[in-house]
Structures are given as C-alpha cells and as structure tokens.
C-alpha cells in the first residue's frame, strides 16, 4: 500500500475513533505531515482522498475541517479527478477530467471489458474476482472506505485484465488516478456504501458465468447508477 493510503486510514481511524471529532479542524498540514513522518505531498494526497470519501472537508482560509456526520453525504459541486495532484502520474489531459468525462470514459471502455471477461473467463480467474468483492465488503462492514475504495479500484482494473485486451489494460493503468477518485466519490454517501458492492456482485457473477452480455450489461448499469449517486446527469455515449 501506498504512502499516501497508508496515511489515509490512519487518519481515517482517527476521525472513527473520535481522535478527530466531527466538527473540529484538523492540525495544520505541516503539523500532520511531521507526525505522521511523511512528505507534504503525500499527506495532500489522502487528504484529498478522505475528502472524496465525505470524512473532511476543506474550508478556504481555515483549514480542514472533520464533517459533520448529516453533513458527510454532501458532495461538493463540480468535483474533478484530478483535484490537489492526484493525478499526478496520469498526465496533463488527464488531471484536468471532471466526473461526467471519467465516467464516459469508463462507460465506453469498462462495459466493453466486462463482456470480454466474461468470454475470457477461467476457473483460475473466478476466484480473483469473488475473493476481491470478499475484501470490497469486509471493509464496508468496519466503514473502512479506505480499503473499501482501493478494493473497488482492484476489482475494475481487475475486470479490465481479465478482457485480455492489452489497451484496455493500459488506460485503465494510465488513467487510475481519476478513475480511483471517481470511484471514491460516491461513498460520501453513507446511505448508499452499499450500492456499489452489490453492483459488483452482479458483474462478478455474469462475468463468471461466462455471460458476456450480462456483463456488459450489468457494468452499465452499474456505472450509470454510480455517476447518479454522485449527482450527475450522466447521459451514456
């Protein structure tokens, strides 16, 4: 695991534990970084994670502030993918994406994987699939949404090499950066953590029964639903 993730659950068990109650401003981020031991850049970069998972919020002038618990589903207007560097190793087309951008991107390119999955399939594969979707809800019962996004961004990556085709392998990689806070995004959302999880598990099992166009299907579906949940009119290519 990363740095940056590393210092993302640690905070993240911190605000859960009360350690950082809901309401108060976090330490200035110089204060953070030292001591936590790592680089200023890497602490902005869970920081920006976390405030995609709905845990803080950034208050210009002030700092970072731990969201109120009725205020963690709020997703701020016009959220991009690229926002405080994540996006850092894509390039610069790709820091600059908004949300309808990725998902598109992701519509086109994700369904089109799910259905070669499924054609793909093999009795070695299944079990990648079902043991990633086991760690993806594992984590949502400890409101681990750290874990649970990371296990998210696994399971579509995951998807993408299972079509065998080797471009979508690459821009899947290549653009992991907003497809992951795409991905994050919608947890903010504590009503609905859920709703992702049991998207996959349909993906999961057409991929599995080797049943390419309810795969695709199910992808789509899932991919349509998730931009909704954060608020977009996300209209399919």
Avoid at 10 to 28: A, F, H, K, N, V
Avoid at 39 to 48: D, F, G, K, Q, T
């Amino acid at each position: 695991m990363s740095m940056p993730n590393i210092a993302a659950q640690t905070l993240q068990r911190q605000i859960l534990s009360g350690t950082y109650r809901s309401g108060e401003m976090l330490p200035s981020q110089r204060e953070l970084a030292e001591s936590m031991g790592i680089s200023r850049a890497s602490l902005r970069e869970a920081l920006s994670m976390l405030e995609a998972l709905g845990f803080i919020r950034s208050v210009p002038g002030k700092g970072t502030l731990v969201t109120e618990r009725q205020d963690a589903r709020v997703i701020p207007p016009q959220l991009q993918a690229g926002i405080d560097g994540e996006a850092g190793n894509v390039g610069n087309a790709a820091s600059t994406l908004d949300l309808a951008a990725v998902f598109q991107l992701r519509y086109t390119l994700e369904s089109a994987a799910a259905a070669l999955a499924a054609r793909n399939i093999t009795a070695h594969a299944t079990p990648r699939l079902w043991g990633l979707q086991a760690r993806f809800e594992d984590a949502l019962k400890n409101l681990d949404l750290v874990s649970a996004s990371h296990a998210d961004l696994e399971f579509h990556q995951l998807v993408a090499e299972l079509s065998g085709n080797a471009a979508f392998i690459q821009v899947v990689r290549q653009f992991e950066q907003p497809i992951g806070h795409s991905l994050r995004v919608p947890f903010a959302d504590r009503e609905r953590i859920w709703a992702p999880a049991i998207e996959h598990r349909a993906i999961a099992a057409a991929v599995s029964a080797g049943d390419a166009e309810g795969a695709r299907r199910a992808m789509q579906e899932h991919l349509t639903n998730a931009a909704a949940r954060v608020g977009l009119a996300f209209t399919p290519p």
